[in-house]
């Protein structure tokens, strides 16, 4: 059975840090490429950044590009998103995601249950 567990959410200040982990077991994690999504209140789920199953490859939305960094360590069978600089508006549920491919192809095969992050202004 995949799990895809993350962990790290909170409540922080604007302008603060939060680092999101997210574990992975029951699949062979070195093999798929990961991401990171997040979905606010009333608003559709969206992607955020993700990275190829080496970690060679990263892509970030333009929304979060020079402020969060997605990595990874295979031999933790973890995928980390650093947050830095965090605003407002990033307030949200972050998903952690494994993609069917080992390089990101957009298609998430399984997810992970969502931990909130909460910015105060």
């Known amino acids: 059975q995949v799990q895809l567990v993350e962990s790290g959410g909170g409540l922080v200040q604007a302008g603060g840090s939060l680092r999101l982990s997210c574990a992975a077991s029951g699949l062979t994690f070195s093999v798929h490429a990961m991401g990171w999504f997040r979905q606010a209140p009333g608003k559709e789920r969206e992607f955020v950044a993700a990275i190829d199953w080496s970690g060679g490859s990263t892509y970030s939305a333009a929304s979060v590009k020079g402020r969060f960094t997605v990595s990874r360590d295979n031999d933790k069978n973890t995928v980390y998103l650093q947050m830095n600089s965090l605003k407002f508006e990033d307030t949200a549920v972050y998903y952690c995601?494994?993609?069917?491919?080992?390089?990101?192809?957009?298609?998430?095969?399984?997810w992970g249950q969502g931990t909130q992050v909460t910015v105060s202004s």
């Open positions: 995601a494994a993609d069917r491919d080992k390089y990101w192809s957009s298609v998430a095969r399984y």
